[in-house]
């Protein structure tokens, strides 16, 4: 079962998951709220052992019903409300997905797996960098040992769900694994976070828009990369251990920024039938994207730098990701050239709205 599997993560896992074990049933559970969308798993929804459920993690009668039914052996748990400005501005539906929906979910795992006489399972949570607070330029980077010091609504919120999962494992006995990620970028990711929102809003000659000064800085991780990560935690990770999965791939925003305008522009330039599908771009008008770069005041509490040593994942499991940055965002940029029709159906009104909420 993927939880939150038509979400950005989710969706990238399941693609990979049927890819890599076409022989696997797959189920995945998805309350479908603003950033899940059906049109992320096309391919996927046609596969007579694949099964998409409308549902909530916190409902824990469906998700019991769901693992005895379907013979599910194993949780990949996803599903979440994952973005910190969001959060900032309503913390509380992270609290009832993230925190609660997460103990539903194990209650459900252990009333099925281990209270009916017991068989092998496994129940993988999937965290954030972000649990392990910020670090300054000059300090390691966070390893899977470092104290928890979250600093925004979401992160505290993660931070409790990981805790949860500890405490299920050593309490009662649950099989459990937990990865802690960078951050993540590519295919289906909703257009509020950083590198999608810069791609299309140059596309439509709209601000970039930058915190602060631009020069937080985050160790940036291709979400194939991080599916393969997960892969490895299943088939070779110790029951009740945190991997800390990383891209090697520190970038600060600003510089991040500059290269998708750069990447974009050369892209334009060299096609004119990208030009006339996106004629407001800069490079239409004779100006560079980074024209439009805007610096808006810093969101609070805004960590200043995450990284990630994945030396553990590394020995134990032989993880590396196999994308630079530089390979990961050319592909992501083309991507979403590519997939116009899937981005203009996300961006309705309430996205719009909130965007300008968030940017004003």
């Known amino acids: 079962m ?10 990238n896992f399941a693609h990979y998951w049927l890819a890599q074990y076409p022989q696997d049933r797959v189920v995945v559970l998805d309350a479908l709220t603003y950033a899940g969308n059906m049109a992320s798993l096309a391919g996927c929804l046609e ?38 400005d969001r959060s900032i501005h309503g913390p509380d539906p992270f609290v009832t997905t993230n925190v609660v929906g997460t103990h539903s979910l194990l209650k459900a795992a252990k009333k099925v797996w281990l209270d009916g006489g017991g068989r092998p399972h496994r129940f993988h949570h999937v965290s954030t960098d972000e649990v392990y607070g910020s670090l300054t330029s000059e300090e390691p980077p966070f390893t899977e040992t470092s104290p928890y010091a979250p600093n925004s609504p979401y992160s505290a919120s993660k931070a409790a769900s990981d805790h949860l999962v500890r405490a299920y494992h050593h309490t009662y006995g649950l099989e459990v694994t937990t990865s802690n990620c960078s951050n993540n970028y590519g295919p289906y990711q909703f257009p509020e976070k950083l590198i999608p929102l810069i791609i299309l809003n140059l596309l439509e ?140 159906a996300v961006m309705n009104g309430s996205y719009r709205d909130w965007l300008e909420k968030q940017y004003a």
């Open 47 to 84: 596969l007579e052992n694949f099964r998409f459920v409308h549902g909530d993690i916190g409902d824990q009668d469906l998700v019991e019903t769901l693992l005895a039914e379907e013979g599910l052996d194993t949780v990949v748990n996803f599903a979440a409300e994952s973005h910190v």
């Open 205 to 344: 000659a709209k601000p970039l828009p930058i915190y602060g000064d631009g020069l937080n800085i985050r160790d940036w991780l291709y979400v194939e990369d991080h599916c393969r990560g997960i892969d490895l935690v299943l088939r070779k990770g110790r029951v009740g251990e945190v991997y800390n999965i990383g891209g090697n791939n520190e970038w600060r925003n600003i510089e991040i920024v500059r290269l998708v305008c750069s990447l974009v522009d050369e892209r334009l330039a060299a096609s004119e039938s990208l030009r006339q599908r996106f004629p407001r771009s800069p490079v239409c008008q004779g100006h560079t994207a980074e024209s439009l770069i805007t610096f808006v005041k810093d969101r609070p509490g805004h960590d200043r730098r995450y990284a990630i040593d994945a030396a553990k994942s590394r020995n134990e499991l032989e993880y590396a990701p196999l994308e630079s940055f530089e390979t990961g965002i050319r592909k992501t940029i083309d991507w979403y050239l590519a997939n116009e029709t899937w981005w203009r």
């Open 2 to 11: 993927i939880t939150g599997g038509a979400g950005f993560i989710g969706a």
